[in-house]
């Protein structure tokens, strides 16, 4: 059974910087180096958005808010996805999930809490 754990996350004053991670397990080397990876962050009484995905081609995706500040990537090595999170505004206020996507199986993080004010 894959599992994905979140970690990184916490209280950050705007313009600050985080760096999130998640630990993946479960998993075949190939089928992880093949799968498509994400972050998804949800605010309060909204619903869950995609922010970043990666690819296996090595391409990218982001959402328009996060262009220019996020920065998904992936050590297949480690079996680690990460998300680096700079100028950080108050609307980033979220609990982020990292998902990954193979071929086989899809599987979510319990979620991490990223809270940015002053």
């Known amino acids: 059974q894959v599992q994905l754990v979140e970690s990184g996350g916490g209280l950050v004053p705007p313009g600050g910087s985080l760096s999130l991670s998640c630990a993946v397990s479960?998993?075949?080397?190939?089928?992880?180096?093949?799968?498509?990876k994400s972050w998804y962050r949800q605010a309060p009484g909204k619903q869950r958005e995609l922010v970043a995905t990666?690819?296996?081609?090595?391409?990218?995706y982001y959402v328009d808010s996060a262009k220019g500040r996020f920065a998904i990537q992936s050590d297949n090595v480690r079996y680690r996805v990460f998300l680096q999170m700079n100028s950080l505004k108050p609307d980033d206020t979220a609990v982020y999930f990292c998902?990954?996507?193979?071929?086989?199986?899809?599987?979510w993080g319990q979620g991490t809490q990223v809270t940015v004010s002053s």
């Open positions: 479960g998993i075949a080397s190939r089928l992880f180096s093949t799968s498509t």
């Open positions: 990666l690819y296996n081609n090595g391409l990218t």
């Open positions: 998902n990954v996507r193979s071929s086989t199986a899809e599987a």
